[in-house]
């Protein structure tokens, strides 16, 4: 890990970006002595778009965002 002062952390951020992108290495960023933020490799984000493997099989009858006709809604709530 390495430890640097906010100030020079300014100075040389594309230095650390780059120690970040090639090792993986994470910085603590200091002010007076005292860690006051991380920075480190970004967790991988997964693609929300992509299917869902449990849900596989689901087929929808119905399209489902089509509005219910009043027959259709419980009797309890029209």
């Known amino acids: ?7 020079e952390a300014k100075t040389k951020l594309s230095a650390l970006i780059a ?7 994470m910085v ?6 005292k860690a006051v933020a991380q920075l480190g490799p970004a967790r991988a ?3 929300p778009l992509k299917q869902n493997g449990r849900l596989k099989g689901v087929v929808f ?3 489902p965002s089509l ?3 009043a ?3 419980p ?4």
Request: proline letters at 3%.
């Open 67 to 69: 509005p219910l006709s």
């Open 75 to 78: 009797k309890n709530l029209r």
């Open 61 to 63: 009858k119905v399209d």
């Open 1 to 7: 890990m390495i430890a640097i002062n906010i100030h």
């Open 45 to 47: 984000v997964k693609n």
């Open 28 to 33: 603590m960023i200091c002010r007076n002595g």
């Open 19 to 25: 120690a970040i992108e090639a090792k993986g290495e």
């Open 71 to 73: 027959e259709e809604w």
